[in-house]
């Protein structure tokens, strides 16, 4: 019951909990103690376990940055549709990496995995890449000026001869294990991911002492490849495995999955006001089936898409973030009011944010080397 | 019998006929008159038959250069042995096509693939890709200033981004029925050669409105999946299928595979001559079980594998070899006297190659960048 009474937690706590297990990953709550004494406060993905595991974090980054190594982050986006509150997740963590740890940030544009897998054209992917993915994250307030975006298709030779050189150190049966499939383009596109994740250790790209990834725990078998092959080419490039996090998903607004290819469930960051506005009163809540029911056996937070909203983005204050819990669960908060409280916070960031997007969009172009074909 | 009486046969010509056939390799002899049209004569290996096959020889090259346009020829070796006179069979078409028709020449040192599928680690596989495979090929009179040499670890980003997009456009059912195996290092390998048939045709490589991959009818899989990737990217970037030529495979000493694995039966341009003196003289003849009766009978020079070493290298002249044929079918020539004929060729050969070699071998050097990895 404690369990299910966290204020940060959701009804799937348990199933990240036999992941993490399962694959050995280790709880983030364990390094939060470290990251104090190293001088640095937790980020609100941390300190409400969003961020619910890690490998390596202590090792690659607080032990990296004590002993005065250059560690870096990385992530990548896949330029197949708009940019959404699930990559605004990633985002926050950019962000804080950049200006709480001084990380150097990479971000790349996976434009080869979107034509590979997805069969979109360049000049889309590319105009996606920086108008959606690359734009958004500098309105968010990643500072461009300290960061390296880049795109999979023009990338310089020795990143290529990182998945040339990964390509001989992983079967045929290991890729099938973790993919299911052995489609070349799964294939290429699972080396090219190998590259990204490791190539800022090479000098070429600045030669940095540990690179971190964060990710959807979905992601973790990219990762457990890379740990793996950096093992492999031990004796042919010096190589450290790379630190990863796990962060929860956030739901789509029916408890599905948030997803571009799902826009009635999934709020854009560039979705104009009004269309936000009604996702949002559509969504699914945590609410009994009256009123009255609901005043007398509280709400369940846990199962409420728009309290999930609130714990990853829209209240950045714990102590509020606890208040609307306590009440959510005691009844005193019904679903009706608590939706247009959110919608009034939601609106208000979009408005914002928003009002940033054409510069950053400028900035953006201004920023990346597009491939030639 | 008038088949097997072909000077210019050998004993498995129906068995390269019947490949060309199951392939749709269209007969080189064809193409032959309209070369001599174009105002060009015939190379050594066509007009003897070696060149057995092409595939779209006429419209690339023929009309390539009739129009105007720019042609280059390319081949890759892979830098996992010496230069043998498998390879010189080769070397001599390149400087055909450069000295005759004027083509660019591409020469690819498949260093990734070399470390991909046989773990040559890199420094290894660029001095043998330079002091062997280069080397040999400048000393044999490929002329460096008109050749681009690259290594395929270090060929740039367009070159990469042809293969991230042949990745898409194949599949994994393809890959299998052609190699046999879907070893990640295999797909990989594959599709970089795709790139290294394709990259000329790129601005960034000169824009070659053609180009021709001569090869032995084993590498025929490759080319059949590079022209069908050439089909399935029409509208993603702009590329004609490339040309092949086919030629028949000469024989190791022993009448088995020449081979750099086999080096008792493999005469290598830089085989000291007594080393070479001593494998020509055990090899395998067409010889009969005694003196009287290869006199009475004559000899097989279809089965001999000095006859072909004639055929394809030593005796440039068509009528002296014809003359050696007869007196072989006659009785006249007995094979004691043959193999000391030919060793004498060989030698004269091999001292005057050598004594090329070093200063190709700094020349060499001074061409290439190698990878930095």
């Known amino acids: 019951m404690a369990e299910r009474l966290d204020p940060w937690g959701t009804l799937e706590v348990k199933d990240y909990d036999r992941l993490r297990r399962v694959f050995g990953i280790r709880p983030f709550q364990e390094v939060i103690p470290k ?8 980020s609100l993905h941390m300190r ?11 090792k690659v980054v607080l032990e990296g940055l004590r002993s005065g190594g250059r560690v870096a982050v990385l992530t990548g986006f896949m330029p197949s549709g708009r940019f959404h509150f699930g990559h605004k997740l990633t985002a926050d963590q950019l962000i ?9 940030v990479f971000v790349a544009i996976a434009d080869a995995e979107a034509f590979a897998v997805r069969r979109i054209p360049r000049r889309e992917a590319v105009r996606i890449g920086v108008e959606e993915y690359i734009a958004n994250l500098i309105a968010l307030g990643l500072d461009p000026d300290e960061t390296e975006f880049y795109f999979q298709t023009n990338r310089g030779a020795p990143y290529y001869r990182l998945i040339q050189l990964a390509s001989g150190r992983v079967t045929a049966a290991e890729m099938e294990a973790i993919y299911g499939d052995l489609a070349p383009a799964k294939v290429v596109s699972a080396l090219t991911q190998v590259a990204d994740i490791l190539h800022p250790q090479l000098e070429e790209y600045g030669g940095y002492t540990g690179v971190l990834v964060p990710v959807g725990v979905d992601q973790d ?6 740990r793996d092959i950096v093992d492999r080419l031990s ?3 010096r190589l450290t495995r790379p630190a990863s996090t ?23 960051l560039t979705d104009p006001p009004e269309v936000a506005r ?7 809540t945590g609410g009994r089936a009256t009123a009255e029911e609901q005043r007398r056996l509280g709400g369940v937070p846990e199962a409420c898409t728009v309290y999930d909203l609130y714990l990853y983005h829209l209240v950045p204050d714990d102590e509020e973030l606890a208040r609307i819990y306590r009440d959510c669960r005691s009844g005193a908060l019904l679903c009706g009011e608590c939706k247009r409280m959110a919608a009034e916070r939601l609106l208000e960031f979009l408005e914002a944010h928003q009002s940033k997007l054409e510069e950053a969009r400028e900035t953006a172009w201004s920023l990346v080397e597009p491939p030639s074909f």
């Open 35 to 42: 990251l104090r004494e190293a001088g640095f406060e937790p």
């Open 246 to 268: 796990y962060h929860k998903l956030i739901r789509g607004l029916d408890g599905g999955k948030m997803s571009s290819s799902r826009p009635d469930y999934t709020i854009f």
């Open 48 to 58: 409400r376990g969003i961020l619910f595991g890690h490998r390596d974090f202590d």
């Open 221 to 226: 078998p990219h990762l457990r490849l890379t």
């Open 96 to 104: 804080y990496y950049q200006r709480t740890l001084g990380l150097k």
């Open 278 to 284: 009604r996702k949002l009163m559509r969504a699914l």
């Open 235 to 237: 004796g042919v490039v």
